[in-house]
Every structure is written in C-alpha cells, then in structure tokens.
C-alpha cells in the first residue's frame, strides 16, 4: 500500500488521510448519521448516536489504549543488564535510534527541537552507548507532506552534542517514514562493515520497526542481526475505574497505537 500512494503520487497527503480515518473522525461521522435518521427513525437513531458516542468516549480512555496496544502490538521487553553487558563484547555492532518527529522551531531554545519522543529516544540510545561504547547512527528527515527545514538526524546531532555532551558517529536525514529509516540505515551501515544493529525506539514502534529493517536486510546479500532495545514499556495492570474516565493521555494512547497498526497495514 505505501508503494501504491508513492507510485501515485499523494505520499504527500498521508497526513490529511490518516486524520480522516483515526478517531475522533469516523466517530463523530456516526453520530451525524444517527442525527439524519432523527426524522423517521427516530429509535434507530438514538442507538447509532450512542454508539457514536461511546465510540468516541472510549477512545480517549487508558484502559481502551492500553487493551489496543497488548492488542495490536505484540510486546517486545526491554534489554537486560546482562544483554546490555554483553553487547561490550559485540564486535562490528552499532546503534540506531529511530527518530519520533521535530519541532520545527523552539522559541526557548531559538531554533528547531526534538519533540519528547525524540528526546527519550535519542538519551536511550545515549545512555546505551556509554554502557557499551558502540557508535550511534540517528534516522530522521522530515514527514511525507512536512515543510522544507532541518532533518531530524540534524537536530538530534546538534542536540547530542549539546545536551548529552556525546556527538554521534552517522546520521541519516533523508528518510521520511520508517521504512525508508530501515532502508537507509541499513544500506548506509553495510558499507561501514557493521554486521549487528541494536534498534532503539519506544515499545509501542518496535514491532514495525523490526518488520521494516528485517525486509531491508533481506533485500542484501549479507545478513544483518538485529537486537531489539525498546524503551517505554508500560506492564499490563488490571485497570482501575479512573483508567475508564476520558483524559487526554487516553486519547493520545489511543491515537498512537492505532497510528502504528495502520502504518504496518500500508507498509510504512
């Protein structure tokens, strides 16, 4: 499907697309649908306008988000001590941290920024680095439809070096979704001679990630291994009555997870 909006040439509308077919959207559209059948049917229309509703109340809820995330997204579990002790011993093996987006400018700051998610994710990957003193490879460009402006591999070389004092060894910031980070990444990695990658992204993004680098490497004629090093993975708990109530966090759950179940859908 990815391939199919770049052959046609509307990559660039993937944002207004995906707005139109996440929540709150088609919720909202149930509800004018039960509101047009008011006049004849007037029964009917009062369950279709509940269903709406409720739809549009449990999206915004922790408990749906985290039910949707154990749901659609098969967990993968952080690396453990011991995983990350021995990858001091891993010969030809670098970091790669998947870029979370940009801002394009950070008025406290004066130029553009990494959003938090990019933050997390580049200080994870850091932090993993200082454990192991293996190199670090940051993918990022901009969004399919984003303006003109730094890539997000600038940013978060800038920011490396600023904030966490450690300048990274490669950037790559031609890539505008994942699958592009993986082809890239992996193609800019096989001509420095890495045979390992230990893929860094938040919990909710590896299952993707790992299926888009796992269909680069195979696109090579040498294999590649791959060590998944999640970070940001929330346990299941037993929900409690709060978790039910709307709140902002649930909605962003929600949009989030169900964002990365539609992007392994088109293959991006």
Same mark, same amino acid.
């Given at each position: 499907m990815n391939d199919f909006l770049l052959w046609l040439g509307i990559d660039n509308w993937r944002p207004a697309l995906e707005a139109l077919v996440m929540p709150p959207v088609p919720f909202l559209v149930i509800v004018l649908l039960g509101a047009r059948l008011f006049a004849r049917y007037r029964v009917?229309?009062?369950?279709?306008?509940?269903?709406?509703?409720?739809?549009?109340?449990?999206?915004?809820?922790?408990?749906?988000?985290?039910?949707?995330?154990?749901? %659609?997204?098969?967990?993968?579990?952080? %690396?453990?001590?011991?995983?990350?002790?021995?990858?001091?011993?891993?010969?030809?093996?670098?970091?790669?941290?998947? #870029?979370?987006?940009?801002r394009d400018f950070a008025p406290e700051y004066g130029v553009s920024e990494l959003p938090p998610r990019g933050i997390e994710r580049l200080r994870y990957g850091l932090w993993l680095s200082r454990q192991t003193e293996l190199p670090?490879?940051?993918?990022?460009? *901009?969004?399919?439809?984003?303006?003109? #402006?730094?890539?997000?591999?600038?940013?978060?070389?800038?920011?490396?070096?600023?904030?966490?004092?450690?300048? %990274?060894?490669?950037?790559?910031?031609?890539? *505008?979704?994942?699958?592009?980070?993986?082809?890239?990444?992996?193609?800019?990695? *096989?001509?420095? #001679?890495?045979?390992?990658?230990?893929?860094?992204?938040? #919990?909710?993004?590896?299952?993707?990630? =790992?299926?888009?680098?796992?269909? /680069?490497?195979?696109?090579?004629?040498?294999? =590649?291994? %791959?060590? /998944?090093?999640p970070m940001g993975i929330e346990p299941w708990m037993k929900p409690r009555l709060m978790d039910f109530l709307p709140t902002v966090a649930g909605y962003t759950q929600v949009r989030l997870v169900l964002h990365e179940f539609v992007g392994r859908l088109i293959g991006a």
């Open positions: 009917r229309a009062w369950m279709v306008v509940s269903i709406g509703c409720l739809g549009l109340w449990a999206m915004c809820t922790t408990a749906v988000g985290t039910a949707l995330t154990h749901w %659609l997204l098969p967990p993968t579990r952080s %690396l453990t001590a011991n995983e990350v002790a021995d990858l001091k011993k891993a010969p030809r093996t670098a970091i790669v941290v998947l #870029g979370g987006g940009h670090v490879l940051f993918s990022g460009g *901009r969004a399919h439809g984003a303006q003109a #402006g730094q890539s997000e591999a600038e940013i978060a070389a800038r920011v490396a070096e600023r904030d966490f004092g450690r300048p %990274l060894k490669w950037t790559e910031g031609d890539s *505008r979704d994942t699958r592009e980070n993986a082809l890239r990444s992996v193609a800019l990695l *096989r001509q420095q #001679g890495i045979e390992r990658i230990v893929l860094v992204t938040h #919990g909710y993004h590896m299952p993707r990630s =790992l299926g888009n680098f796992k269909s /680069a490497i195979a696109l090579g004629s040498t294999n =590649l291994q %791959l060590v /998944a090093a």
